[in-house]
């Protein structure tokens, strides 16, 4: 319907541009195009700012005046092409400019709005090509005779944030010269943006920024993997679907924040920072928190003017603890960022590789991002018009979440941009409500100690998460619940080990048997665990889970416990909740167990040498041992892949109940992986033994520990046993080796 009030400017043929100069690339240009390849095009690099218009705005000038535009800023004439292989920007003599104009006067009032919204959110996800010049587009839409809305929308390879309000001040400059009838004559700049990209990339090839490099490879290592458990599973490939939300907030908080500030010698940025960090305690559970900023990167005054993309990104990486109050967060979140900015040259880009996310095409490299800034341009104004920044559609998720709080004339507004494969409008509504309400109560008592975190979303009314009334324990259904005593009686404390995924617990009965008669030996399982009569939804609550098996069969004493491959998770999380309810640990065995998100981590290249390693020592041990049994054990592991269970399903017949167990064994361990990926590993200080078996070849990873070394107390061992394949471990030879260590260990006697 809107077609019929456009009026679209008259047809042209393209220009043929004149490249006058090219120049190599920013560190930030190569990022974003490496995105854009991965998925070309994508509207989650497009910027799009809207402009409210109220005055008389004559459209022919207004293009003049972005013609002007463009003609003043390289990097609006600039495409990003690849010669002879290498990444250039290649800058126009000359990009024509046209605006296209919507009249939607004609429109009743109440769909208007609504029209105007429709459109700009089209054209907010309307893609580019990078290799053609102007990465800029306007769309100039008609409310009436006296008020006007303007889209503006530009390609981050071309210009950030801070860029948009440069755009908007000299829309208004070179506009006012027109309507005065004169030439815009806008200030020469003393600099392009290819100065600064040629600039920028001799430094880091002198060696000037090493100290940069060092100090980030050092700053995250390690990097646990921290996301805000969501309502659906992360689908495999990642989309750009995003969706935002915001809420103003009072006045009185936020200037209590800022005076908070103040009186701590910190920023308004910190205070809002570590109230972030609360809330995302709270929400995962994690400890040592890793989200993201971003900072506009002008340190010289010449660079304030210039329109391109200066902007950088920083890592922040907090720790977080119980005996923290807000005080003391918001000192470590100050000496978290100034480190940072102290560290700001470094480019983002050379920073992915040492990311959790990098290379998992399911995940961003960073979770969580957080930005606080004040409003790129206020009002504005000429002879003819007023001009103001209001809300602007989101043309893609770049983060799962990403809190920002702009500063605008109303006051400070909190937008929660969200990731719609992820989470429902109603939980990013929760998460803006919470840091409201959580920032009122830290700042009304600031010195307290920081609230315990909940492993679930809890109700908003109580400003410290903690409901009016006690939680029920998690209850579980006992039918689910498989208990196998492997030796019941014993002076010492009873082991239990965890088994989640496996339908035979009796794997542990070769280690059960070198541990001698007088180790109590159970082997739990839950298998379709109901927790509070919902299936679990983190390693948390499946945990809790355990945690109730373990104290319901031994209610008093001290508890040694085992997790073998992804079990150990379970593990090690039972072990901290048991702690930190009272009860004593003395022992968890963790075997042949990675670290969540360990292995992930890790360069491709290295993770790819490693399956080629294994799976070549896998296919030589086992064709020695004869071709029925290489056939069963490749059988095996090719069942281990999602897409060759899905193959098998639809290409073989099987028995129904046993292909009902096999399905039930498979379900019940995609499930587990799915809760582990979302969990964020927090510190350990107790006693752990970590084994890996034969399946992991020797002299990798990096980490012995196969990731948990960060995490676990110090000096934490780690010892390789015999035996062929995962559950070798259990072999004769592996498990007598496991059962002298946990004796060295405890001071079992073995009989």
């Not at 196969?706 to 070798?728: I, M, Y």
């Amino acid at each position: 319907m809107a077609n019929q009030f456009t009026r679209e400017p008259e047809s042209h043929f393209r220009e043929p541009e004149r490249i006058v100069m090219t120049a190599r690339c920013s560190s930030a240009q190569e990022r974003y195009w490496e995105i854009d390849a991965r998925d070309p095009g994508t509207p989650a690099l497009n910027i799009a700012v809207k402009w409210r218009v109220r005055g008389h705005l004559d459209a022919s000038l207004a293009q003049d005046a972005f013609q002007a535009i463009l003609d003043r800023h390289e990097s609006l004439r600039t495409a990003i092409r690849l010669e002879d292989g290498r990444l250039v920007q290649a800058i126009a003599e000359h990009a024509a400019f046209k605006l296209p104009e919507i009249d939607l006067s004609g429109l009743p009032e109440a769909d208007r709005t609504r029209e105007a919204d429709r459109i700009a959110q089209g054209e907010a996800c309307a893609r580019f090509d990078l290799g053609e010049a102007p990465l800029l587009r306007a769309t100039l839409l008609r409310k009436s005779r006296a008020e006007a809305v303007i889209l503006v929308v530009a390609h981050h390879i071309v210009s950030d944030g801070w860029s948009m309000g440069i755009i908007a001040r000299d829309f208004v400059a070179a506009y006012q010269a027109l309507g005065r009838g004169r030439e815009p004559v806008l200030a020469e700049l003393p600099l392009q943006y290819s100065d600064f990209a040629e600039g920028s990339l001799d430094g880091m090839a002198g060696g000037g920024l090493a100290r940069e490099e060092t100090y980030w490879q050092r700053q995250l290592a390690d990097l646990p993997l921290v996301e805000v458990a969501g309502d659906r599973q992360r689908p495999a490939t990642r989309s750009t679907n995003g969706a935002s939300l915001s809420r103003l907030l009072p006045r009185a908080l936020t200037s209590g924040l800022a005076d908070l500030a103040r009186r701590e010698g910190t920023t308004f940025f910190s205070a809002a920072y570590a109230v972030l960090l609360t809330l995302l305690r709270q929400r995962t559970g994690a400890s040592d928190i890793v989200l993201s900023t971003q900072i506009a990167n002008r340190d010289d005054v010449e660079l304030e003017a210039i329109v391109g993309p200066f902007v950088n990104t920083l890592v922040l990486r907090t720790k977080v603890s119980e005996e923290q109050s807000f005080l003391d967060l918001c000192q470590a979140a100050r000496d978290t960022f100034e480190d940072a900015i102290d560290h700001h040259q470094w480019p983002f880009g050379k920073l992915v590789a040492l990311l959790p996310g990098n290379g998992d095409a399911s995940r961003p490299p960073i979770s969580v991002n957080f930005i606080v800034q004040r409003a790129f341009i206020g009002e504005l104004a000429n002879d003819s018009f007023q001009l103001s920044g209001i809300p602007s559609p989101l043309p893609g998720a770049l983060y799962d979440l990403n809190f920002i709080l702009v500063e605008r004339e109303e006051g400070w507004r909190l937008t929660c941009e969200y990731h719609r494969d992820l989470y429902d409008e109603a939980t990013a509504s929760e998460l803006a409500a919470q840091f409201e309400s959580l920032a009122e109560a830290l700042v009304a008592n600031p010195t307290a100690k920081l609230p315990r975190p909940a492993p679930t979303s809890l109700p908003i009314a109580s400003p410290l998460w903690l409901p009016a009334t006690p939680v029920a324990p998690p209850v579980i259904d006992a039918t689910a619940l498989r208990r196998t005593w492997l030796q019941q009686a014993g002076t010492q404390p009873t082991l239990f080990a965890l088994n989640h995924t496996a339908h035979n617990l009796r794997l542990y009965r070769p280690l059960s048997r070198e541990l001698g008669p007088d180790q109590p030996f159970a082997a739990l399982q839950l298998l379709d665990p109901l927790v509070n009569g919902a299936a679990p939804t983190s390693i948390e609550q499946l945990a809790a889970a355990y945690c109730e098996a373990i104290i319901a069969t031994k209610p008093t004493g001290h508890y040694r416990l085992a997790g073998f491959c992804r079990s150990g998770v379970i593990a090690l999380e039972v072990a901290r909740q048991l702690v930190a309810s009272g009860k004593q640990v003395d022992l968890v065995v963790l075997i042949d167990c990675w670290a969540p998100g360990y292995f992930l981590r890790q360069p491709y290249s290295a993770r790819l040498r490693f399956r080629l390693r294994r799976a070549g020592r896998f296919a030589k041990r086992f064709w020695q041992a004869g071709p029925r049994s290489f056939v069963t054990r490749m059988s095996f592991w090719l069942q281990s892949t999602a897409a060759v269970r899905q193959a098998k399903r639809l290409l073989f017949w099987r028995p129904a109940e046993e292909a009902a167990d096999e399905a039930d064994f498979w379900r019940t361990t995609d499930e587990l992986e799915a809760l582990i990926q979302r969990y964020a590993l927090p510190s350990y200080d107790g006693r752990v033994l970590v084994f890996r078996s034969g399946a992991i070849p020797p002299g990798w990873p990096p980490d012995a520990t196969l990731g948990w070394g960060s995490h676990l107390a110090p000096g934490t061992p780690c010892f390789a046993v015999d035996g062929e394949g995962h559950e070798g471990a259990f072999s004769e030879a592996g498990s007598r080796t496991m059962a002298e260590k946990i004796t060295e260990a405890t001071g079992l006697d073995r009989h």
